[in-house]
């Protein structure tokens, strides 16, 4: 689901406008960051742990067809239906033969990057069908008509006063009351009618364990319970990474998956599914999109190790300043630079450059995924695909040629500083994007290597 | 050709060489000298509350105190008295007038505060989440210092459903402000005994 169609660093202007605000995302982020510092340095094996969560996973990559048919005969004996997916269309439409086949009316969602990447909430309203989303944050955002900006946070993005003017709007709260206890009250209220009253629960899926044939729905607010628990029918969507071969490598991630979203010891409920209750129906929908085809790609395969903790996204210094929505995609920051070119190169093709490359990214990452070269390799792929933008382009092509020939390089050297003290407006001035933002620094008198060779008699 | 021979066709196409699991040493994890004191200071930093005693009988006491004053308590503890059997058949409905819940745990996990619950000892899987208020009630033999040593003990997949629970329901998603009581549980006090 994507809120505007303009590239990332068009977006993040609009994002930057707002000064005060832009800082106070930065500081939010950075306080989870903080947080999530906290709860990995109280635990002596943090990086031992990290590098097993990284070598279970590339070792169910190594053998992730055999793993889903296991999970799938193990859950087919447990009593659960398996659907396999292609793509977000075809998710879409297992969904909604479930829907029209039971005669489906009320919807509950617990919270899903994969239904978001598929559009499924657009693609049921258009057919006239309206899913409540059900975490708080998901909520707010899907009362306000936007998409969330964040995998683990989605209204990381909105003020206090903003959810208080939307549930002034749509729940009917009291106008001007920011107090968080009593607008969380508000949707306590709200939602708790909804998951009485629904027929359908739709969640997301953390871990599913080939060993059993079940999986793990991880969650702070217990929404997801609240919904699979009193629907007759539960469907859980699942990329088919999140696949890991035995329970017992839950204990690696259940202690590694919280600690690097929000800093907790553990989400409140960790709830473990594995045959539908007496008289319920269960459905897993298994979904590739894209992902068999990033598994082939031996540069960006990492990227299928994600766990979806959003560490990477609290400690990016570009995200955090240039908000989620800025990257137009269900999966921000530095994890959903890397998927979204393998969705769609075209329209993605910005994001890998929305990026400083500093490897913070890479540094917190719980399952060692190398976000940052990964990022560095995309740029590469869709510079020699064509699909970065002419000046781009020219820009790189021009520096090349440049940076080839030591000759030209030395004279574009000392002419650019001669210029930058004689005709200072040249490059200060709108039409330069470096000046964007920044203050062009002072040129210096002489360059490096003049004064390499001046003094290295000495 | 099917969505399923799709999907695993390529996925079997793309796959890397086969690698190794890695064995996980109990060794390399953290130990803690106190194990009931870490569980009690992790709960609390999560908003649960704890309280140990030697017997049950002001647990007990406690129950029918609020059973007599007309609350909606549902037992599922034999020592506590009678165990609510009819709830399994119970609505959602029925369920959210469910004021507190008496649970029995099976493991609680020291570096995490979280505690593993059966569906047999829910008797409802809805119980624990749509009541207002959850006690639960764990043996102190039965902490372990992490979750791997959890994961030993219990059968995850023994029953259709089982959940660690850790504190009651929580949401920071309005400004980042702590706010406990999200749709789930608004406490949950842990009994030690």
């Known amino acids: 689901m994507s809120t505007s169609k303009l590239s990332h660093a068009d977006a993040a202007e609009q994002f930057i406008k707002d000064e005060p605000r832009t800082n106070w995302h930065d500081e939010t982020l950075w306080f989870v960051r903080q947080k999530r510092d906290k709860a990995a340095h109280g635990l002596p094996e943090w990086e031992q742990l990290r590098e097993w969560a990284s070598q279970i996973k590339d070792h169910t990559l190594s053998n992730l067809d055999n793993y889903l048919l296991e999970f799938e005969r193990n859950a087919n004996t447990n009593g659960v239906t398996i659907h396999w997916a292609t793509d977000g269309a075809d998710h879409n439409r297992i969904i909604f033969d479930i829907i029209q086949k039971n005669n489906i009316q009320k919807i509950v969602k617990s919270k899903s990057m994969l239904t978001e990447e598929c559009g499924l909430n657009e693609f049921l309203h258009a057919k006239g069908i309206e899913t409540v989303d059900t975490d708080l944050g998901e909520r707010i955002v899907q009362l306000r008509h936007e998409a969330p900006s964040h995998i683990v946070l989605p209204a990381i993005h909105l003020k206090k006063q903003d959810v208080s003017d939307t549930f002034h709007e749509h729940l009917h709260t009291e106008k001007g009351n920011n107090d968080p206890q009593y607008l969380t009250e508000a949707a306590r209220q709200h939602l708790r009618e909804k998951f009485i009253e629904s027929e359908l629960a739709i969640t997301g899926v953390n871990f599913a364990i080939a060993e059993t044939g079940g999986f793990v729905v991880c969650t702070n607010e217990g929404n997801a319970d609240m919904g699979a628990h009193a629907a007759k029918i539960h469907i859980a969507c699942m ?57 082939g790609r031996a540069d960006f395969r990492n990227s299928l190790k994600c766990i979806r903790c959003a560490a990477c996204f609290n400690t990016c210094p570009v995200y955090r300043r240039s908000g989620g929505h800025s990257y137009h995609t269900a999966v921000a920051g530095p994890i959903g630079s890397i998927l979204n070119p393998n969705i769609d190169m075209r329209a993605n093709a910005d994001l890998p450059f929305a990026s400083t490359l500093c490897g913070s990214c890479s540094n917190v990452c719980p399952v060692k995924i190398d976000i940052h070269d990964q990022l560095w390799k995309w740029r590469q792929v869709l510079v020699s695909e064509g699909f970065v933008d002419t000046t781009k382009k020219v820009g790189l092509k021009g520096m090349a040629f440049v940076l080839a020939r030591p000759g030209l390089y030395r004279f574009a050297g000392k002419a650019g500083r001669a210029m930058m003290r004689m005709f200072p407006w040249l490059l200060n001035n709108k039409l330069n994007p470096w000046y964007k933002q920044r203050e062009m620094p002072a040129p210096p008198k002489e360059s490096f290597r003049d004064w390499y060779i001046k003094n290295k008699q000495q | 050709m099917s969505a399923r021979e799709t999907i695993l066709k390529a996925i079997t196409a793309n796959k890397p060489t086969l690698v190794d699991l890695p064995a996980i040493d109990l060794a390399e994890v953290i130990q803690y000298n106190d194990l009931l004191q870490q569980y009690k200071t992790v709960l609390q930093s999560i908003g649960g509350g704890t309280v140990e005693l030697q017997d049950l009988t002001s647990l007990k006491e406690e129950l029918q105190t609020k059973k007599a004053n007309g609350n909606f308590v549902v037992n599922r503890i034999p020592a506590l008295g009678e165990v609510e059997e009819s709830i399994a058949h119970l609505t959602a409905t029925d369920l959210a007038a469910v004021e507190t819940a008496y649970l029995e745990g099976t493991i609680a996990v020291a570096e995490n505060g979280a505690i593993w619950l059966y569906e047999s000892q829910m008797g409802n899987r809805l119980l624990p989440f749509i009541c207002q208020h959850l006690v639960i009630v764990i043996e102190k033999k039965n902490i372990v210092p992490t979750m791997h040593h959890a994961y030993q003990q219990i059968e995850s997949d023994k029953e259709g459903f089982g959940v660690f629970i850790a504190g009651p329901s929580k949401t920071a998603d309005i400004e980042q402000s702590l706010v406990i009581g999200a749709h789930g549980a608004r406490s949950l006090i842990v009994y030690i005994i």
């Open chain 1, 239 to 295: 990329g088919f990474e999140k696949m890991i071969p035995k329970a017992e490598h839950l204990s690696v991630f259940l202690r590694l998956l919280a600690r690097s979203a929000t800093g907790q010891p553990i989400t409140t409920y960790s709830s473990h599914f594995h045959k539908p209750r007496e008289g319920q129906e269960m459905h897993i929908v298994i979904v590739d999109n894209g992902r068999s085809r990033q598994l």
